[in-house]
């Protein structure tokens, strides 16, 4: 699978790490990742939604990952857990829920290189785009853009062809697709169909 998505034009391959506390679900940790590192040599983006995540960073980085983002309702001490990430060598996520505000961010923003809002409530694949997000991603980009930063602006979840323009014209540019690909018989049409839904509305280019 996981060959077959970069054959069909992926850029990254997101990871969803789940631990059945911090979401209720369920997935992999560091063993699976490693196991599939070698299927591609495309980035591995990790996407921790786990408790404690400064205890298993090293490991995940470890494994393979060339990015880690962890979420800022998982963590205490959100800065110290940033550079637990930085100290790994790997890119440097910060996620957030819904609701959380971007406020968080505040303190932090100039030690990240990504910053991933979920546009659903994490935990389950196939739920719908909450769209009450999108003046927030709106107001990310001011953020990041009156500070003079590159930071790229990642939405998880909902997204389909029929979301991912409004999200890309918001200012997010990297998207992360679970159902709208694996969903399909033919994951380089679904790759290309997000793309080709971004520029239209950006006339930028994006990453899947």
């Not at 069909?8 to 063993?31: K, Q, S, Y």
């Not at 470890?62 to 001490?77: K, P, W």
């Amino acid at each position: 699978e996981v060959q077959d998505i970069a054959d069909g034009g992926a850029d990254w391959i997101h990871l969803d790490v789940m631990d059945a506390h911090f979401v209720p679900n369920l997935t992999f940790g560091p063993p699976v990742i490693k196991a599939i590192r070698g299927a591609t040599d495309r980035p591995f983006d990790t996407h921790l939604m786990i408790e404690n995540p400064d205890r298993w960073v090293e490991s995940y980085r470890e494994a393979g990952s060339d990015a880690i983002t962890i979420h800022a309702e998982a963590t205490r001490h959100l800065h110290r857990s940033v550079q637990v990430v930085r100290d790994t060598g790997a890119r440097v996520g910060v996620s957030l829920n819904p609701h959380t505000p971007l406020s968080v961010l505040e303190y932090v923003l100039d030690e990240l290189d990504l910053v991933l809002l979920m546009t659903v409530n994490p935990g389950f694949g196939g739920q719908s785009f909450i769209h009450s997000v999108l003046p927030k991603i709106a107001q990310l980009k001011s953020m990041i853009d009156a500070r003079g930063l590159s930071i790229d602006i990642q939405v998880d979840g909902g997204v389909k062809p029929t979301t991912i323009g409004a999200a890309a014209l918001a200012g997010a540019n990297v998207f992360v697709a679970g159902s709208a690909v694996f969903g399909t018989d033919n994951y380089a049409q679904a790759i290309s169909d997000l793309r080709a839904g971004a520029r239209a509305a950006t006339g930028m280019p994006t990453a899947v």
